[in-house]
């Protein structure tokens, strides 16, 4: 694994006075670990970013201190809700002789003949596999290869995945990683039934109402059917009769 630096400095500022730092590019953090003293610190923003994309949260990096130096690992990164940047960042100080437990992301290489001849499509079920090792024999990433999939309930399992005899995996080794389903699962399908049985009830129930309605509200004339044939002179002169 490539090598990672960062250099820092000791932070004094604290509370709302942070802000200031953030609106000047620096990024507020902290150091702990393991019988280690949580020291405040404060760094580039944009050398953090830069070192994350590389680095992720299994890469060592040597975390630079005022001079000292301290291998350290990301971890616990708070972003912003909106702009989604960085607030804070702890770095997780290890001991190289000291073996940790670490998340390592899974990448999914080469096409599943099941996918590319349109058989079924490629779930992925495990997007981080939790594994320990040593700090410095920790790998940025699981590569899976799904060139074998071509038939529908075929999969990569936990069990299936090489890494190093250096690296222990923590999942259960009958984890499924990659699985090829239907195109239509019988699940997505029975799901589809019942919301098109739950759309005509509604539908006929609101078709019921409308008709109810009507009857209730327009079916007394308001003349008589003798009156509404006769002229509107006659038949006035009737009511005044009638007077």
Request: hydrophobic share 40%; net charge negative; proline share 5%.
């Amino acid at each position: 694994m490539d090598k990672f630096t960062l250099k820092a400095t000791k932070r004094t500022e604290t509370g709302r006075k942070i802000s200031r730092l953030r609106a000047q590019g620096i990024l507020p953090a902290n150091i702990y670990g393991k019988k280690v003293k949580s020291q405040a610190i404060q760094l580039p923003e944009k050398d953090f970013n830069e070192v994350f994309l590389k680095a992720g949260e299994t890469g060592l990096i040597e975390l630079i201190v005022d001079a000292e130096k301290k291998p350290v690992l990301i971890h616990n990164i708070q972003y912003h809700p909106i702009f989604n940047s960085p607030l804070h960042v702890d770095f997780y100080q290890v001991d190289l002789k000291e073996k940790v437990t670490a998340k390592v992301p899974v990448l999914i290489i080469g096409e599943a003949p099941a996918v590319k001849d349109k058989v079924g499509v490629l779930l992925q079920l495990l997007s981080v596999i939790e594994v320990e090792a040593l700090p410095g024999d920790l790998i940025d990433k699981i590569e899976v290869d799904t060139g074998k999939l071509a038939a529908i309930g075929e999969c990569i399992k936990v069990s299936d995945l090489k890494v190093s005899d250096k690296i222990r995996i923590l999942n259960e080794q009958g984890q499924e990683v990659v699985k090829v389903a239907p195109l239509v699962s019988k699940e997505a399908e029975q799901m589809a039934k019942e919301e098109a049985a739950q759309a005509a009830a509604a539908a006929a129930a609101a078709a019921g109402a409308a008709a109810e309605t009507t009857e209730g509200t327009g079916a007394t004339p308001s003349i008589t059917p003798e009156s509404a044939t006769k002229p509107v002179g006659e038949a006035k002169a009737e009511e005044v009769k009638k007077d």
